[in-house]
């Protein structure tokens, strides 16, 4: 999140981070979100009335593109159809290998590990109502080294998850303008 809002408030990306949502006022991202100045609100995912109110702070917001990171539950569908083809997150992995319910954080990375794969990287796709299932827009790849932890190769993917995602923004954001 701090990434994408830094990249929109310097130009590098076409947009900017209007809203953060979080499940929890102790939700670090609220932190860094005023700090940025980027306005926040705390919806509890498991509340009654949740997509509505995710729907209409999306709104109200005039988001045009929906950024998940961290986000542990599938999207409601109410929000992805009001948000076609411009629903997105970010994965530690090459997808479609290492996709899917649970696949997230220190998981992926010490699936990667277990598989002896030459390498890893980040993908940030499309959001559908499957885990992980959505078309891939930006892919990038770094090497596992001998001798990586899950948290070594870790701290390299996110590199990659920064540059990443303000990358398949803008290029979510030039398909939506048809440029």
């Known amino acids: 999140m701090a990434a994408l809002a830094r990249a929109g408030q310097s130009g590098a990306m076409p947009a900017s981070v209007v809203l953060v949502v979080a499940p929890r006022s102790t939700t670090p991202a609220l932190e860094t979100a005023a700090e940025l100045g ?42 992805l159809a009001a948000f076609p083809g411009r629903v997105l997150n970010i994965h530690p992995a ?60 870790a701290a390299r993917v996110l590199t990659l998850e920064h540059k990443a995602y303000p990358m398949a923004v803008a290029e979510v954001w030039s398909r939506a303008r048809g440029s």
């Open 94 to 153: 090459l997808l479609p290998k290492f996709g899917g319910k649970g696949m997230y954080g220190h998981h992926v990375h010490e699936a990667v590990l277990a598989a002896g794969e030459p390498e890893s990287g980040a993908s940030v796709h499309l959001v559908t109502p499957v885990y992980d299932e959505g078309e891939v827009v930006v892919q990038l790849r770094c090497p596992v080294e001998a001798g990586d932890t899950p948290e070594t190769l």
């Open 38 to 79: 980027v306005p926040s609100v705390v919806l509890d995912w498991k509340a009654e009335g949740y997509p509505a109110a995710l729907l209409s702070a999306l709104r109200e917001a005039e988001a045009d593109i929906v950024c998940l990171a961290g986000y542990m539950t599938l999207l409601p569908d109410v929000v």
